[in-house]
Nanobody, 127 residues
Framework: QVQLVESGGGLVQAGGSLRLSCLAS????????MGWFRQAPGKEREFVAL????????YYADSVKGRFTISRDNAKNTVYLQMNSLKPEDTAVYYC????????????????????WGQGTQVTVSS
């Protein structure tokens, strides 16, 4: 059974940094895309970043490009989201997600395209 467990959220001042972790278990993820999404109160869930586990290809939402970095540690089966220069508008619950891919395509930016989800971790950025 696939499990994704996020951690690392918290309260930080604007301009600060946080690193989120997503521990993946239950299968091998070499053929998977790992994504980070977020949902702020009263807003729809939105794509943040993704990484192709094999090869390390990445893709970011324009709103976080240059500030956030997604990475993975194969040995620890963990995906990270390093968030720098945080803004109050980054406040949201952040979710880790996974889906298999069997082609060269990895631009999966819609939540409905993902099969597995974590429980989420709260990130609050104060002004």
């Amino acid at each position: 059974q696939v499990q994704l467990v996020e951690s690392g959220g918290g309260l930080v001042q604007a301009g600060g940094s946080l690193r989120l972790s997503c521990l993946a278990s239950g299968r091998t993820f070499n053929s998977h895309i790992m994504g980070w999404f977020r949902q702020a109160p009263g807003k729809e869930r939105e794509f943040v970043a993704l990484i192709r586990w094999s090869g390390g290809n990445t893709y970011y939402a324009d709103s976080v490009k240059g500030r956030f970095t997604i990475s993975r540690d194969n040995a620890k089966n963990t995906v990270y989201l390093q968030m720098n220069s945080l803004k109050p508008e980054d406040t949201a619950v952040y979710y880790c997600a996974a889906r298999p891919t069997y082609s060269s395509n990895y631009y999966y930016t819609r939540g409905a395209q993902y099969d597995y989800w974590g429980q989420g971790t709260q990130v609050t950025v104060s002004s």
